[in-house]
């Protein structure tokens, strides 16, 4: 079978949009209906990372809100940390945020980010995100379900 | 000259200006639906813009004026293209400024300048992508030159609005060898031009494979809008002239009242529209090129191009 046969059977892999989220006050008005996100793992184990690629692939669809993934920190408008700081990614995470365009939003995603986690008071650990830069948003879980990603996402761009 | 007339350059650039986000958004919307997703919308591109003009505007230590100009060299001269070729009308005021060469040349000003703005900033990625960048420009640019010049050859001038009127006027000169090579050497140099797959994948996250986005990597706030809409104009502009050289039908002419240039602007962007969602089509099937396949895909368009101008000038010399 070939591809345009199996593009027309296949149709919309995209599930309906659950009911919009309300919207978050710490949002920047700017960001209503655009968000474009720089993602940094500072430490994390993966599991995450696989939850936000399941986020912004074809069957929760976070694109269609107007959400997407950048390849340069100067192009976003959000920062989504995944992962406790480790003490090499200290530095690297500061000047990540500096070079994000204000008005700008840091996004801590998974229980390790937000608190640290099961490495708390581990070795060449720093701490949670919060402990290096000001958190805006936290998404709690070990991992997320996309699910979460994608409502505290909406919330922000109001979609 | 009538006032009509005078008012065509202005709509051009005001319709590339507004419309251009629109056909990225066009491009995009097709994709998303073929690969089973719901896509942004059409106007996504627009609310990306509009964000990224009220933001900050950042300008990286070390960088100089080259790094603050090139936003502005590459939309300006995006737009003069827009005001001077035919795209409306063939009978414009600025119409003798037209000419092949000059809006090759001004193509070229505005890859120059974003090569120089990616160089300015002094990363490893910016000096890699504006290598390459001006790798690819130096093979496209001949071609787009050659590919017009053959179907000058039958109107007798290298004037766009001339070579224009000239196919408005017997159609069925495009239908011809000379034509069909042509318009596949255009049609690919201008994917290559405007850094769509499969020559550059505009949405890629991998630096390493980057070419055009590679060269806006440091730009933040409203200069990299003023890239995005310019890149986007470039696009917008490439394919209306595609359109036009082959398929002019509906604009206005000498004679045509307001009801003329009227059908001739919407024409246009139905052309331009189809043309989007055509090629917006054709990217979901395609990879994109290993970087050193690129010169090879080139360099077929140019033979392509260079057979239609000998075809071309067999033809001219047997009819003549």
Redesign the interface.
């Known amino acids: 079978m070939g591809w345009p046969a199996r593009i027309r059977r296949i149709g919309r892999i995209a599930e309906h949009a659950p009911p919009q989220p309300l919207p978050i006050t710490a949002a920047p008005a700017l960001l209503r209906g655009s968000l474009q996100i720089r993602y940094v793992d500072v430490g994390s184990c993966g599991a995450c990372e696989l939850e936000i690629a399941s986020a912004f692939g074809p069957i929760y669809d976070l694109q269609r809100y107007g959400i997407s993934l950048v390849a340069s920190p100067r192009h976003a408008d959000a920062l989504l940390v995944t992962g406790v700081v480790t003490r090499n990614m200290e530095a690297p995470l500061r000047h990540t945020l500096a070079a994000v365009p204000e008005p700008r939003i840091v996004i801590a995603v998974g229980d390790c980010a937000c608190t640290g986690g099961v490495f708390t008071g581990g070795y060449g650990v720093v701490g949670p995100v919060s402990s290096v830069i000001d958190v805006d948003l936290e998404i709690p879980g070990c991992p997320p379900r996309p699910e979460q990603i994608v409502a505290a996402l909406r919330s922000i761009v109001g979609r | 000259m009538t006032v009509l007339a005078m008012v065509a350059p202005a709509a051009q650039v005001a319709g590339v200006l507004l419309g251009a986000p629109l056909v990225a958004g066009v491009m995009r919307q097709v994709r998303?639906r073929?690969?089973?997703?719901?896509?942004?919308?059409v106007a996504?591109p627009w609310?990306?813009l509009?964000?990224h003009l009220?933001?900050?505007?950042?300008t990286?230590s070390g960088t100089t004026v080259v790094f603050s100009l090139a936003p502005a060299v590459v939309a300006g001269s995006a737009l003069l293209i827009a005001a001077i070729v035919p795209l409306v009308t063939t009978f414009s005021p600025l119409d003798r400024m037209a000419d092949l060469f000059a809006v090759v040349g001004l193509l070229l000003i505005g890859t120059v300048a974003l090569a120089l703005g990616g160089l300015d900033t002094g990363t490893a990625f910016g000096g890699m992508g504006a290598s390459r960048g001006i790798t690819i420009a130096a093979l496209a640019e001949p071609t787009i030159l050659l590919s017009v010049f053959a179907l000058s050859l039958p109107a007798g001038s290298s004037n766009l609005g001339v070579i224009v009127a000239a196919t408005a006027h017997d159609p069925w000169t495009v239908l011809s060898v000379p034509g069909a090579l042509a318009f596949v050497a255009l049609l690919t140099v201008i994917v290559a031009e405007t850094g769509r797959l499969p020559v550059d994948n505009p949405s890629?996250?991998?630096?390493l494979t980057?070419i055009h986005?590679a060269m806006e990597?440091?730009?933040?706030?409203p200069r990299?809008a003023l890239m995005e809409w310019a890149s986007a104009m470039r696009l917008t502009v490439l394919l209306a002239l595609l359109a036009n050289l082959f398929a002019p039908w509906g604009i206005a002419g000498a004679g045509s009242g307001a009801g003329g240039f009227l059908l001739a602007t919407v024409l246009i962007a139905a052309k331009v529209a189809v043309l989007a969602l055509i090629l917006g089509g054709i990217e979901?099937?395609v990879a994109k090129l290993r970087l050193f396949r690129v010169p090879e895909l080139l360099a077929g368009s140019f033979v392509l191009a260079l057979l239609a101008v000998t075809t071309s000038s067999f033809f001219a010399s047997a009819v003549g």
């Open positions: 998303a073929l690969e089973g997703r719901v896509g942004a919308g996504q609310r990306d509009r964000k009220r933001k900050q505007a950042m990286p890629t996250h991998l630096e980057m986005e990597l440091e730009y933040a706030g990299l979901v099937f």
